[in-house]
């Protein structure tokens, strides 16, 4: 997979249906082939999973264009994927609400990857989620603080999990998305 070379072509956003999830660089900016990578790991993750038997059904082939992907990690889990540049943030959509969690542990482990691998832990961001309640999007700490369904909810212990790996731990790729 070569992003560079992927057709670019106009998403209308208002098309776009799904829980939104949004990772804001306008504090700071979005380096260019943030996108790139989010997107690699995204593939790779869907592919790897498939490959291993864990899903019984295959997942849908990715959709890829320069600034926008749909990719199903597995069938049903469908999450679609929006640069956008002037606005300096990444948006991800996430089809199915039962998924939302997954999701954003997936993206937000992913992140930590990049930003360890490839930006020397520089990069700088805020994440942003649907709140059904308001219908307007929140902080991911308060989000998380007031347990927002879809993307929080308690498990059977009463805690809620924000994390998949540690952000200051070195991990190759294979092992990286076995831990999805």
């Not at 961001?125 to 993307?151: F, G, M, V």
Request: net charge negative; aromatic share 8%.
């Amino acid at each position: 997979l070569i992003p560079s070379l992927l057709e670019d072509y106009l998403v209308e956003k208002e098309t776009i249906k799904g829980r939104r999830c949004v990772i804001d660089f306008s504090n700071n900016f979005l380096p260019i082939g943030v996108f790139q990578r989010l997107l690699c790991l995204c593939v790779a993750h869907s592919v790897r999973g498939n490959e291993n038997g864990s899903h019984n059904e295959l997942a849908v082939e990715p959709s890829l264009n320069k600034s926008f992907a749909t990719i199903e990690f597995e069938p049903g889990f469908t999450i679609h994927m929006l640069e956008e540049e002037e606005a300096q943030c990444i948006t991800i959509f996430v089809v199915n609400d039962e998924f939302a969690g997954k999701s954003l542990r997936i993206v937000q482990a992913m992140l930590r990857k990049v930003n360890h691998d490839v930006m020397g832990s520089g990069l700088n961001y805020d994440i942003y989620l649907d709140n059904d309640t308001t219908r307007e999007l929140i902080c991911l700490h308060e989000a998380q603080n007031e347990k927002i369904s879809p993307w929080f909810s308690p498990d059977i212990s009463g805690t809620v999990e924000t994390s998949v790996i540690p952000s200051d731990e070195i991990i190759d790729l294979a092992s990286f998305l076995e831990s999805l």
